[in-house]
């Protein structure tokens, strides 16, 4: 007969997947997203235009600037940039909410994001560069997008440059020159963390009740 399951609080984990436009980010998250019943993603809220394929308060929360201004003035904001002339940012209140259930969220937002949650949230927050296999790779994906013209591919190519130049800011990196191996890597990263000694808050009392057994 199997012995009886622990089962210990957890405080949720922050994800932060990061990367170039073009580099998989956002494929590795769905496929996170897919695969793992314990994390939801982050909706952000953001000033661009919505494009034809995505919904509002599903992929973001799509907004005008003045409203966008108003929560990031009054707190309401995690952490937001400006990313190719646009302004994102997460909201405060449901990620909290999630974390204290011990559920974890998964970010898929760029460098300076990142830095914002560090300042805010650091022991919460486990980060992921992602970075394309090559140059020439990331330019034929970024072409390969029917919803995005030669004007915005640009731009993007023009800021992969800056992006790149953080990837040492993070805890982890990730080559995506394979999605499946690149998917492995995310997920024996989260399995790890998720374990971490810091976020147990009744492991303490869980030990002491087990010296006291015996």
């Excluded at 400006?82 to 460098?111: K, M, Q, S």
């Excluded at 927050?125 to 013209?149: H, N, Q, T, Y």
């Amino acid at each position: 007969m199997s012995e009886p399951k622990a089962d210990l609080p957890r405080r949720g984990v922050m994800l932060v997947l990061s990367s170039p436009s073009g580099a998989g980010k956002s494929t590795l998250s769905r496929a996170v997203l897919d695969t793992d019943d314990n994390i939801e993603l982050s909706i952000s809220a953001t000033t661009r235009a919505k494009r034809m394929s995505e919904a509002d308060g599903v992929h973001y929360h799509f907004m005008s600037q003045r409203q966008f201004e108003a929560m990031r003035d009054q707190g309401e904001l995690l952490e937001w940039a400006e990313v190719h002339g646009n302004f994102y940012g997460t909201p405060r209140a449901p990620v909290e909410a999630a974390l204290a259930r011990g559920e974890d969220i998964l970010f898929d937002i760029d460098w300076q994001g990142t830095l914002q949650l560090y300042e805010s949230s650091r022991e919460d927050v486990v980060s992921i560069f992602v970075l394309p296999p090559s140059g020439a790779e990331l330019k034929v994906r970024l072409e390969r997008r029917a919803e995005d013209d030669a004007e915005t591919i640009a731009k993007r190519l023009s800021n992969a440059k800056t992006e790149l130049t953080h990837w040492s800011e993070y805890d982890y990196v990730i080559v995506n020159d394979d999605l499946e191996r690149a998917l492995a890597g995310v997920r024996s990263i989260l399995a790890a963390e998720r374990l971490k000694r810091a976020r147990s808050p009744g492991l303490s009392d869980f030990v002491d009740g087990l010296i006291a057994d015996l």
